[in-house]
């Protein structure tokens, strides 16, 4: 009965999407945002991904609230969790030398690559949202091969709060220099296509990296230690 | 005649009929699957069919990323931006939610023991 219904209820929403979407032309030029963002991004931003212009500069706002959700939902997975009692240490069976070796090697490898990944955001397909990934993915490989090891939760919140705070201090200081709005590019261009261009933008994806790979390892831990 | 046009529309809108695919893929498992974990999954795809019909809105024809990576590059076949940069910070955000999704799971298993949500009073519908 429950499934007929929703079967029903999902047809009829298809057959109205259905007939609005064939309204929609595929691979046309629909928003003119995007055209100036592409013709104007290098000029006014310095960047030479438009991708991140359009992240950090033009809705850098949007971006900062977006990092709040991301904030709001690693705290709330926190205390959902921690509400219960702590376990008593229990005997993990350590990994084989091959894994673990193994493991340690790679460790140190994918955070660079992470970190490659949020310094050239504004040059490469790549960023801060990304790059925190990756540098997550370490820990879960730290997590999953050396068993037993695990990161201190008081550096990693230390590091998240930093990378919020870098953000919001950066945004602050352009609104005080320029007096018009939050997260202005004070810092100068540069030459498009070097690293050190682009003004703010390198310093906020690093910040953004730091903190979204802080999270997400914080989330990685909550979840494991709660599995052990 | 009729086939022909099903076939025209089928040409046009084939990116837009997959990712509504997905989304409804996504709510039907929310809405039939009994099992909270399936209903998360259901929860990911459904956010995964969201963000490939975002994509493929903003797609211009035989356009490339909009990033110049070299001066040769050229602006007026470059995709629209914008609804790169919102998928962007919402694939993050949705491996967040997930994450948040499965503890309050982890918790409900903890105090009823059972995943079902036949069995579960509060969560019956």
């Known amino acids: 009965m429950r499934s007929i219904i929703s079967i029903l209820l999902l047809a009829f929403i298809a057959w109205g999407i259905v007939t609005v979407i064939g309204e929609i032309p595929f691979g046309t030029e629909k928003s003119r945002v995007g055209g100036h963002y592409v013709d104007q991004g290098r000029e006014e931003t310095g960047a030479s991904n438009i991708v991140t212009s359009v992240v950090l500069n033009y809705r850098g706002f949007d971006t900062l609230g977006e990092v709040t959700v991301l904030f709001v939902a690693a705290i709330g997975l926190g205390a959902a969790l921690a509400t219960r009692r702590k376990k008593e240490k229990r005997e993990i069976e350590p990994a084989s030398l091959v894994l673990y070796t193994g493991c340690r090697f790679l460790f140190p490898l994918i955070l660079l690559f992470g970190g490659y990944i949020f310094i050239h955001g504004h040059l490469t397909p790549g960023g801060g949202f990304q790059g925190g990934a990756i540098v997550a993915s370490a820990f879960i490989l730290v997590y999953l091969g050396c068993r037993g090891r695990r990161i201190s939760e008081t550096v990693s919140k230390t590091i998240e709060s930093l990378g919020g705070l870098v953000f919001v201090v950066v945004g602050l200081v352009g609104l005080a220099v320029g007096g018009h709005y939050f997260l202005l590019n004070f810092l100068p261009k540069g030459e498009l296509n070097t690293l050190f261009s682009a003004g703010i933008i390198p310093i906020l994806y690093i910040a953004i990296g730091f903190k979204v790979g802080s999270e997400l390892a914080g989330v990685i831990d909550h979840l494991m230690e709660e599995s052990e | ?125």
Not at chain 2, 8 to 20: E, S
Not at chain 2, 37 to 54: R, Y
Not at chain 2, 82 to 102: E, S
């Open chain 2, 1 to 125: 005649m009729v086939f022909s046009q099903v076939i025209h529309f089928l040409q046009n809108h084939i990116y837009y009929i997959g990712a509504f695919g997905l989304i409804f893929i996504g709510l039907l498992i929310i809405l039939v699957k009994h099992n909270l974990i399936k209903v998360i999954i259901g929860l990911s795809i459904l956010e995964t069919g969201v963000n490939l019909f975002l994509i493929a809105v903003g797609y211009i024809s035989n356009g490339t990323a909009p990033i110049f990576s070299n001066p040769s590059v050229e602006t007026q076949r470059m995709v629209d931006p914008v609804p790169q940069a919102l998928v962007l910070t919402a694939i993050v955000i949705g491996v967040a939610v997930l994450a948040l999704a499965l503890s309050l799971a982890i918790r409900l298993y903890q105090h009823y023991g059972i995943l079902d949500l036949r069995q579960i009073r509060e969560q019956k519908w």
